[in-house]
């Protein structure tokens, strides 16, 4: 905490150029003789800080003094304040503290860029939920995060999807990610790396023992490694299909997980009459998870192969005989 203070007071001191000890005080919430400490643990530091008695005294640094902080350029103090809000940091309960860090950097920031950094943060807005998606559940957060940052090592109890009853597993945690939205608990489980929605996450134990990571993984790895394996998981069941032109930007952001690359610039022509259809390859995991395409009722039809269309048009069937 005193670390943080000390830099609080010397970027209210740059922005300002002299500020009275009382005022310090009151604002880091404080006594002045606290207050005059710190003075003097900055200037022990190698800060040019001194003070001036007298009625219009105060605590000033040396003119001309400057932090590397108020060295941002135009661009960096704009990219500075383009923040997700309502996101991550309001889930691990650092809202306000993310909030009251913007403002305490808006101080150090040089003069003449604090207008466009005022003007990104009013303008630009990232929001990271994806669409007519409700908000993911946190679930137990909290207690994870405090077993990451103390580095001990966790029971979980977990449920796998597909399951219904969870499972206990002892980790041994290497960190948090918030993907779009959702957080996911990185950590190894009998020494092989393995990912772990939170919202999937039933009871945490965090142990006394400490936690047991492998030399020279870092979470960033670590996370990258796992994500590969994620999104590059082969897709075994190359298929082709026909939509609708009308529909074509709509499909292929919700299959963009399925989009062939050699298909990554959009679809063609059909190559018939009807030009007003445009052809899409595709790639699934199983002939069954092709089913999705159910949803898109007669706008898109599946070309090829044979074994998706028998398939789709035996559920279809099936659904028409429940609704019959």
């Known amino acids: 905490m005193k670390s943080g203070r000390l830099l609080e007071i010397l970027l209210l001191l740059q922005a300002r ?4 000890a009382g005022e310090l005080a009151e604002r880091l919430e404080v006594s002045p003789r606290t ?23 105060g605590i000033r640094l040396l003119p001309g003094y400057r ?13 500075l304040f383009v923040l997700s809000t309502g996101g991550a940091q309001e889930d691990l309960g650092l809202g306000t503290a993310a909030r009251s860090a913007v403002l305490k950097v808006m101080r150090a920031v040089p003069e003449p860029f604090r207008p466009a950094a ?3 943060s009013q303008r630009i807005l990232v929001d990271p939920a994806g669409w007519m998606r409700a908000a993911e559940p946190t679930g137990p957060l909290g207690l994870l995060q405090a077993a990451v940052f103390t580095d001990r090592r966790v029971r979980l109890g977990y449920r796998s999807s597909g399951q219904r009853a969870p ?5 041994d945690p290497y960190g948090l990610v918030c993907k779009a939205g959702v957080w996911y608990l990185v950590a190894d489980q009998d020494g092989d790396p393995r990912l772990f929605r939170v919202s999937r996450v039933v009871s945490v134990v965090a142990e006394e023992a400490p936690v047991q ?9 670590l996370w990258e490694a796992l994500r590969r394996q994620v999104e590059e998981r082969p897709a075994g069941v190359p298929v082709v299909v026909r939509v609708r032109r009308e529909r074509l930007d709509m499909f292929r952001r919700i299959c963009a997980a399925n989009l062939a690359e050699d298909n990554a610039g959009g679809g063609g022509d059909d190559g018939g009459a009807d030009s007003g259809w445009a052809v899409v390859a595709l790639r699934f995991a199983a002939v069954a998870a092709a089913r999705t395409l159910l949803s898109f ?14 398939d789709l048009a035996t559920v279809a069937a099936a659904v028409v005989a429940r609704y019959a």
Do not use: C, K, N
């Open 17 to 20: 150029g002299q500020v009275t």
């Open 35 to 57: 207050i005059y400490r710190d003075a003097e643990a900055l200037s022990s530091a190698g800060v040019p800080i001194y003070t001036e008695r007298g009625r219009a005294g």
């Open 67 to 79: 932090t590397d902080v108020t060295g941002l350029t135009a661009d960096e103090a704009r990219a």
């Open 118 to 120: 005022t003007a990104t």
């Open 167 to 171: 499972r206990e597993r002892v980790v």
């Open 213 to 221: 990571r492998r030399d020279g993984v870092e979470l960033a790895g």
């Open 297 to 310: 009722g007669a706008d898109v039809e599946v070309v090829s192969p044979g074994e998706v269309r028998a």
